[in-house]
């Protein structure tokens, strides 16, 4: 599997992150190996993209002898409820710009949408 | 020069005015909404371009005057400050400075706020985008992501690359072909980038939070919007397809109260499940062209306007002797309404040094002409919407679906309130539906 752009390898290392058992957590020897099994990849590259994630918060880090061991601040579901929150609940107060395919709308709306719409259903069946 | 300004000032209050319940109407149908998108941007871009213009004339204005002081009084401006303090109380240059402060810190501040806001919505959509290719699982299709998450819905955000988020609950409610047009659609806004179309329509209904025109340009755009990116992916798939992944998203999503919504999705499911008819759709467009022609040709018209009456009514009034420094040539009223364009634009550029020559008595009485004679267009451009639209309306439906589905709000409203218990409701709406559904078979 090609790693397409610098987005797409922190992807693939949150992934391998997650997916590992956290005790003890990462060092980035370990997470290069396991890449470089299935990879060409330089060693520098895992490292500095994993410095990133820690910048960005992602992960938390802890000096271990010369290395540095890391693990993930939330979990990945802890990460999709805090997103999904943002994106379906109407939004914070500093909204994101979102094209939703169907806004999320209120109990009432909702009841009398799906009458409407069983309805048209009926009518481009029939 | 106040001719120009008074013109489009003129021209944004009446499109303040005018514009908003003109455009909803016309574009409410949803026949044209790539074209219904261009004038709501066009009337917008029109108000906030002539304010532009206006603050920008202020500035070179007092430019321009900057080394002559004595000659301010041919300005409008000067004259304010002579009839307020007598002839030249103060230094000229002071006031000068004070007015081109005024509008250049006005101008600064706003488009400040705005840049900023339009900023933040970007870093915010591309940390959004970031984050959830960070935690999504990839699907084989590019930029797509799937969420674990018990809500369906599926949205696009557009970062650097751009995602497009299924959640996991709305891939189980969508079949293959309903979610390929569910992307298709998604995709749409990406590659049409409505993303910036809305963002910054919300950044200035958030620095104007008090004109009409403009935060409901935001919310009537970003339903366009949603339609054209419909009719991408009813073309690209089929609208059954489209409208069945809508109905399916719909019925999936939890009847939460959550953000109030008006029901821009029952519009688009009308859409998709009877086609706008083509005559509707040409009678749409020729009305929403014109009023794009009428917006387009608006400030300028307003303008040339103001500077005709000025010139009829400025001969008369008493002139100034100090004032004299505009004096090139007056062009003629006659020449002035008989003119080419250039023409016109060279009598507009001589009336910003003729000013001086008309005191506040025809300036009141040309103001007055200008209003009523304004007024009187946008009546007429009005009522010729109006005619246009029940043109385009009388054919389609849905004046019946509309007072049917009022019924079941009516009982849904009671139901809601404890009037009705729950089989009287299901009752009652059964009884509705059989009765609806026996007219429109009928």
């Known amino acids: ?50 410095d990133n994630l820690h910048t960005k918060g992602w992960l938390a880090r802890e000096r271990d002898g010369k290395a540095y061991r890391y693990w993930p601040t939330l979990s990945r579901e802890q990460h999709s409820a805090r997103l999904m929150r943002e994106a379906l609940d109407g939004g914070g107060s500093p909204e994101v710009v979102l094209q939703h395919f169907v806004e999320q709308i209120g109990a009432e709306e909702s009841e009398r949408l799906r009458s409407v719409l069983r309805r048209l259903a009926q009518g481009t069946t029939r | 020069m106040i001719s120009v300004v008074v013109g489009l000032l003129l021209y944004s209050m009446a499109m303040l005015v005018a514009a908003p319940p003109l455009l909803r109407a016309l574009t409410s149908s949803g026949n044209a909404p790539r074209l219904g998108v261009v004038t709501w941007l066009s009337a917008i871009g029109t108000v906030v371009g002539s304010w532009l213009a206006t603050a920008a004339m202020v500035i070179v204005e007092v430019i321009s005057h900057w080394t002559h002081p004595r000659t301010v009084a041919a300005s409008c401006l000067a004259r304010l400050q002579r009839t307020i303090s007598g002839d030249a109380g103060i230094a000229p240059q002071i006031t000068l400075v004070v007015i081109a402060a005024a509008f250049t810190v006005a101008v600064a501040i706003i488009g400040m706020r705005l840049a900023a806001a339009v900023l933040g919505m970007r870093a915010r959509a591309h940390e959004h985008a970031r984050a959830v290719r960070l935690v999504g699982r990839h699907t084989g299709e590019a930029n797509v992501v799937m969420v674990d998450a018990a809500k369906a819905a599926a949205y696009c955000v557009a970062g650097r690359p751009p995602a497009i988020v299924v959640t996991s609950a709305a891939r189980a409610a969508l079949d293959d072909r309903q979610l390929a047009a569910v992307l298709a659609h998604e995709r749409a806004h990406l590659a049409g980038h409505h993303a910036v179309i809305v963002s910054a329509l919300r950044a200035l209904a958030a620095v104007f939070p008090r004109l009409s025109l403009i935060t409901e340009g935001a919310q009537q755009v970003s339903r ?25 998203l719909c019925t999936a999503a939890p009847a939460e109260a959550l953000a109030a919504a008006d029901l821009a999705v029952l519009a688009r499911a009308e859409r998709l499940a009877t086609p706008p008819a083509g005559s509707a759709k040409v009678k749409t467009r020729a009305a929403l062209t014109s009023v794009v022609a009428i917006m387009a040709a608006g400030p300028l018209i307003a303008v040339a306007d103001c500077i005709r009456r000025s010139h009829v009514w400025g001969p008369g009034m008493r002139a100034d002797p100090h004032t004299t420094v505009g004096l090139i040539a007056a062009p003629s009223p006659s020449k002035a309404l008989g003119h080419s364009a250039s023409g016109k634009v060279v009598s507009m550029m001589m009336m910003m040094m003729d000013d001086g020559h008309w005191g506040w008595g025809s300036w009141l009485l040309t103001t007055g002409t200008t209003i009523v004679f304004w007024a009187l267009v946008i009546t007429a451009v009005v009522l010729l919407a109006r005619y246009l639209l029940s043109l385009s309306q009388r054919p389609t439906g849905t004046p019946r679906a509309a007072g049917a589905s009022n019924a079941e709000q009516v009982l849904a409203e009671r139901y809601a309130r404890g009037e009705i218990d729950d089989e009287e409701y299901q009752r009652r709406l059964g009884l509705l539906r059989q009765n609806m559904a026996s007219t429109t078979t009928t």
């Open chain 1, 1 to 50: 599997m090609r790693i397409r752009g610098f987005g797409e390898l922190e992807a693939v290392i949150m992934d391998r992150i997650w997916s590992r058992d956290s005790t003890p957590p990462t060092t980035v020897r370990e997470l290069f190996e396991e890449l470089a099994a299935e990879r060409t990849i330089a060693y520098t590259t895992v490292m500095s993209t994993m």
């Open chain 2, 224 to 248: 366009l919007l949603e339609m054209c990116a419909d009719d991408v992916a009813a073309r690209r798939h089929s609208s059954r397809a489209l409208l069945s992944g809508l109905i399916a």
